[in-house]
């Protein structure tokens, strides 16, 4: 098995994780609806994790997951027979990047419909962290590879805002998960403007398919959805009916992309139709973000943390997924190939198309 990466702190001891445990469950969550206030230890490649302090740890932070989160379904029902779950592994560990502007907007992708995990998914830029690597050179490693910023030492400053409990598949009527993440945001804000940024970015074609800026205005409204539910609830009336965003083309080009207002408000499907929608986790941290600038109308949970972040109010259901039929043609239980990731060297041609697309947010 390989090394462990998120370990949990729960006899006075570091103890790995398996992949089918739930780690949210592990930390409390049958004692309350979420999220929990956990206690890290962020080491090079690896994650620490309590409910309690201990030496060592470096923040206290909001843990979440979703409200149809198969682990915690698999926790509530018993599972049947030919379900089985990877034994050889544990739970991984990814970091994932909120860039924020100097005017207040921040970075989110989508993600290609080649991608064999969570494609046509909007999501801040991120991934695996590296054994030994830190976890802000891993994130910003990420940020380089999908999108070709480079932020320059000293023109940036970071915090930790949350943890997320990621599966994919993401719910139990999709199948059986195959990947098992703790997903750890981090706050990166620059001193350039989103232009400047936007500037000098340079797309992964192979991961990425678009990109955009949300402002706190769109970005509260894409926080308050509620996966889970049919329709988004307690929305402003004053949103508009797009956000602009950009699109890369076939050719190399790209071309201005008005996204509709219901794309970015679309939930979680009980079916694996793979409709464009922000990812639940991306919500989460979104939420949080907001919270961190204070926005008016983000009531924020105590939880205090190493980074003077709070946690913010989630809503956990029962969960109803039903368990997936077994038998053939299911996902298989062995660990399937993880995407690959091209450097900025193998991606990294002149974008003709930065000055044009700039005019359309002078």
């Not at 993600?111 to 690597?133: I, Q």
């Not at 915090?159 to 059986?176: D, K, M, N, Q």
């Not at 109010?313 to 660990?335: F, I, M, R, V």
Request: net charge negative; charged share 15%.
């Amino acid at each position: 098995m390989a090394a462990a990466r998120v370990l949990l702190l729960l006899s006075g001891r570091p103890e790995s994780v398996g992949f089918a445990q739930s780690v949210c469950g592990l930390l409390g969550a049958r004692l309350g609806l979420g999220p929990w206030p956990t206690h890290c230890g962020l080491k090079r490649g690896q994650l620490l994790l309590s409910d309690r302090p201990f030496p060592g740890a470096s923040a206290r932070l909001p843990l979440q997951r979703p409200p149809f989160c198969p682990f915690a379904a698999l926790d509530q029902q018993p599972r049947p027979l030919g379900a089985e779950l990877p034994t050889n592994r544990g739970v991984d560990l990814g970091v994932a990047i909120i860039l924020q502007s100097s005017d207040q907007t921040v970075l989110l992708t989508r993600r290609t419909r080649t991608l064999s995990v969570s494609p046509n998914l909007w999501v801040p830029p991120g991934g695996h962290v590296e054994l030994n690597e830190e976890l802000l050179d891993g994130g910003l490693r990420e940020l380089w590879e999908e999108t070709g910023l480079q932020l320059p030492q000293g023109q940036f400053s970071w915090v930790p805002l949350g943890l997320w409990e990621s599966a994919y598949p993401p719910r139990l009527s999709w199948g059986f998960p195959e990947y098992h993440h703790i997903i750890l945001y981090l706050l990166v804000v620059s001193q350039e403007s989103q232009q400047q940024l936007q500037t000098r970015m340079q797309p992964n074609p192979s991961e990425v398919s678009a990109f955009m800026w949300l402002g706190p205005g769109v970005a509260a409204a894409v926080a308050a959805t509620e996966d889970g539910t049919e329709t988004p609830r307690h929305l402003s009336q004053d949103l508009p009916p797009s956000v602009l965003a950009v699109e890369l083309e076939a050719n190399g080009g790209a071309r201005p992309l008005a996204l509709p207002m219901s794309t970015l408000l679309q939930t979680t499907l009980t079916t694996t139709e793979g409709r464009e929608r922000v990812s639940t986790g991306t919500k989460f941290a979104l939420r949080l973000w907001l919270q961190h600038l204070g926005w008016e109308g983000v009531t924020p949970l105590p939880c205090e943390s190493g980074a003077h972040v709070d946690p913010g109010p989630a809503k956990e259901e029962q969960n109803t997924d039903p368990l997936p039929p077994t038998g053939p043609g299911k996902p298989s239980a062995q660990s399937p190939p993880q995407p690959t990731s091209m450097t900025l060297t193998e991606h990294s041609q002149p974008l003709l198309w930065v000055r044009t697309l700039l005019q359309l947010w002078e």
